[in-house]
T-cell receptor, first 116, second 111 residues
Framework: NAGVTQTPKFRILKIGQSMTLQCTQD?????MYWYRQDPGMGLKLIYY???????DKGEVPNGYNVSRSTTEDFPLRLELAAPSQTSVYFC???????????????FGSGTQLSVL | KNEVEQSPQNLTAQEGEFITINCSYS?????LHWLQQHPGGGIVSLFM???GKKKHGRLIATINIQEKHSSLHITASHPRDSAVYIC?????????????FGKGTHLIIQP
């Protein structure tokens, strides 16, 4: 199994450009998440999904959009890139709600995004 | 705002030393995660625990619910243990992920 596959690994955008970060998982997980990691800070939740067709905002959703048309895929869209969106982005998934013993988060390898 | 505090922020030790990383949180939780972020950036879940103690190889995680504190121990540390260790808690009543992450402890093990 590939686990959580996230692309691209690196990207440089100009202010105002748009892009989509791709995320796919092959573990049949219901829950998927997008986090951003800024230097010296803890991971922050951008958006999450509890199943195909269901998405909701996390702690820092402004400037981003998501969709979940299938169980496997959870792309993150940046519409008008701003320097404040320079960060490392991680996609993650879990089978259930991370509230029971043994539950684990599975992470993609991350995308380093710079907006100049 | 509920926060997660980790200490130390940075830790450099010699190979073979016993390592302890601490995590404190502010209110009741339903679960606590320890994660490892490799130098290349990838993140791996190490443990999820809600009480007591868990062991996996040279890694031991403990949690004291009353004191709102967890520790991650590494025995017989090795340079390959060099990584950032992240604590995350799931506050009772949290949303879909409900996780609040600490800023991480940057560990370097020197040969």
């Amino acid at each position: 199994n590939a686990g959580v596959t996230q692309t691209p690994k690196f990207r440089i955008l100009k202010i105002g450009q748009s892009m989509t970060l791709q995320c796919t998982q092959d573990m049949n997980h219901n829950y998927m998440y997008w986090y951003r990691q800024d230097p010296g800070m803890g991971l922050k939740l951008i958006y999450y999904s509890v199943g195909a067709g269901i998405t909701d905002k996390g702690e820092v959703p402004n400037g981003y959009n998501v969709s979940r048309s299938t169980t496997e895929d959870f792309p993150l869209r940046l519409e008008l890139a701003a320097p404040s969106q320079t960060s490392v982005y991680f996609c993650a998934s879990s089978f259930l709600q991370l509230a029971r013993e043994g539950e684990k988060l599975f992470f993609g390898s991350g995308t380093q995004l710079s907006v100049l | 705002k509920n926060e997660v505090e980790q200490s130390p922020q940075n830790l450099t030790a010699q190979e073979g030393e016993f390592i302890t990383i601490n995590c404190s949180y502010s209110v009741g939780i339903s679960a606590l995660h320890w994660l490892q972020q490799h130098p290349g950036g990838g993140i791996v879940s190490l443990f999820m625990l809600s009480s007591g103690k868990k062991k996996h190889g040279r890694l031991i995680a403990t949690i004291n619910i009353q004191e709102k504190h967890s520790s991650l121990h590494i025995t017989a540390s090795h340079p390959r243990d060099s990584a950032v260790y992240i604590c995350a808690v799931r506050y009772s009543g949290g949303g879909a992920d409900g996780l609040t992450f600490g800023k991480g402890t940057h560990l370097i093990i020197q040969p």
